[in-house]
């Protein structure tokens, strides 16, 4: 099997969507007994009383293994541009093992880095998904083509009830906001991109609440 692995923050006796982050594993190609090992090991790592922490479970043919590290802060982002995404590149639909592009692109931006493609859509970052609040008030997130379906982008989909479809870098100027979702943040507003700030939408930082409370 393709190397894949899981990524949950453990915070407060918690795994936020944990079953859907199982879901994900046996879709992206994990057998029962695997998601069965991957799932013991979130059971163990809440009994861990140390400050939040992020778990990554990372399985292929050789087992099941997981990894810890401090989680990165949830406070708003400043994201600098690489024009690497490619909406036809399949290979990204995984969350696979090998993360040398991602590695690349943030070598080259200096940091985390919003994926735009040649003719101007948005795709992710090199960590997270983005959801768009849009300038007529409704929700988008970039369709999912070459991008990876992350498991806070689907929770993020039903509680906006977003329109996945093609974002374009020109709307963020005049958007009432955008946002990181990811599992190891939750929702993080995006305060700039390469210099440019955004406007701060409350719609957002409620939704960033309501993943916060989530059991």
Avoid: N
């Avoid at 979130?42 to 990372?58: I, K, N, Q, S, W």
């Amino acid at each position: 099997m393709i190397p894949i692995f899981e990524t949950v923050l453990v915070d407060d006796g918690r795994i936020r969507l944990r079953a859907r982050h199982l879901e994900r594993l046996a879709r992206c190609g994990a057998s029962p007994a695997q998601v069965t090992a991957v799932d013991a090991c979130f059971t163990d790592a809440l009994l861990l009383t140390d400050p939040p922490f992020l778990l990554r479970v990372d399985v292929d043919d050789e087992g099941v293994r997981p990894s810890t590290r401090p989680p990165r802060p949830a406070t708003p982002v400043e994201l600098m541009i690489d024009r690497s995404y490619d909406p036809d590149c399949d290979e990204r639909l995984l969350k696979t093992a090998d993360r040398a592009w991602a590695d690349a692109a943030e070598a080259a931006a200096g940091g985390e880095a919003l994926l735009v493609s040649t003719t101007g859509l948005i795709g992710e970052t090199t960590r997270a998904s983005v959801l768009l609040h849009a300038a007529d008030g409704g929700f988008a997130v970039p369709d999912l083509r070459g991008i990876l379906p992350g498991v806070t982008r689907a929770w993020a989909l039903e509680q906006t009830d977003a329109t996945e479809r093609d974002v374009r870098l020109d709307e963020l100027r005049s958007a009432h906001g955008a946002a990181l979702l990811t599992a190891g943040r939750g929702v993080v507003p995006i305060a700039a991109v390469e210099g440019i700030a955004l406007a701060r939408s409350a719609a957002l930082h409620e939704l960033a609440r309501t993943w916060r409370e989530l059991p």
